[in-house]
DNA sequence: TTCTAAAATGAATATTAATTCATTATCTAA
DNA sequence: TTAGATAATGAATTAATATTCATTTTAGAA
């Protein structure tokens, strides 16, 4: 097993995200992910452990990634809402820019979750910069006192996910990215007339 | 393969569903559903077409539950917010008492949208449930007019479960109904200062 | 050009678990 | 009480596919 990413690794390594994405973890085959990659299927044992490993290191791969991005984004932005706008921003955008990423992390991370407690959990990750966001948007005043943050972090969280959802389901066919600041609207103001 | 839901019907289909929400629907072996059962392996076949059905038939009878007791719980509601806050408070509560249902369709539900294009997606009725209700609040008076339904319906379905996903995470300790009114008052109010 | 090590191959193996079905047990009605 | 029907059993079969490894190919050094 090599440690470098060669060609052949990120050919495997794509390749596996694609056939993942399409069929699930458990309904994809090491043929498959051999084939559309063009080696053998031994090949791939020279490159991964087995083939939970394959979707062990996609998904650290594109989480530790991911991450580094929305960390940059909230960094870029001094107030609080425009570090939440940069964050939602940015995560439509990733997951808009790599749709076998956003099957798989919608799909396949409980069956992680459940064998594989190394795994840094990316919405553990994503929580507690949300936290940091609102906590200091209630020091500066623009974002309510009463608020429970363990909650509205949830909240937000599972909002974006729920469009993200919405948007692998349909077939990924409009403009996710659009959607970030009609979302953000609507977490800072409500739905609520006046 | 009977008809009738009698009792050894409703204990494998029981213990299905611990088992499934145990180990997911793929590790879950048939000889599990079984043993807990307390019957043999080959039982369940006289009950169930094959492993695949059994999980159908879990997903749709549950669906067909939870789907009528949320009709209700709005239908009891007479303004759009009543509505909301009744469909919220339904939705935590029943998803609260089954625990093994909530893991499951937090889970599996991916799979069957894949094979079973017959069962009528709970996310589908859910979400046209709350078109219904925001448009209702428009007319009112009591939701803005420049919302896109689309969006905020799938904010709030998103949010939802959002919690409940966090719930099941954190084991189920702390009390999920608890949470309806201070998200109601999220997707109202939001989150923003004044 | 030749030699050696590294890389790749893919047929054979091993494993796992879903499903079947011949047999046995249980129930019901005459 | 018993014959026939219905239900249940679980060992044997089947099927699928992850993984191994003896063999072949390739690439780079001498």
């Known amino acids: ?30 043929s498959q992910i051999a084939s559309r990659a063009g080696v053998a299927d ?26 580094e991005k929305m960390n940059d984004a909230v960094a870029a932005g001094k107030t609080a809402e ?3 706008r940069n964050l939602i921003r940015c995560h439509l955008q990733e997951f808009q820019s790599d749709r076998h990423m956003a099957v798989i992390f919608q799909s396949e991370v409980r ?25 200091q948007g209630q020091i500066e005043g623009s974002i309510r006192q009463d608020l429970f943050v363990g909650l509205v972090k949830r909240f937000i969280l599972g909002a974006v996910e729920g469009v993200i959802s919405t948007w692998v389901s349909a077939g990924s066919r409009y403009d996710l990215v659009a959607m970030a600041d009609p979302l953000v609207d609507l977490y800072l103001n409500g739905v609520k007339e006046g």
């Open 1 to 30: 097993m090599q440690k470098n990413k060669s060609e052949k690794y990120l050919n495997i390594f794509n390749s596996a995200g694609a056939v993942f994405a399409k069929y699930g973890f458990y309904k994809a085959t090491i």
């Open 42 to 67: 031994g090949t791939l044992y020279l490159y991964f452990k087995n083939k939970d490993d394959i979707l062990y290191q996609y998904i650290s791969y594109k989480t530790s990634i991911v991450f």
């Open 82 to 84: 425009e570090k939440l």
């Open 111 to 135: 069956y992680l979750r459940d064998i594989q407690s190394q795994i840094k959990d990316i919405s553990k990750m994503y929580l507690d910069l949300l936290s940091d966001i609102i906590e």
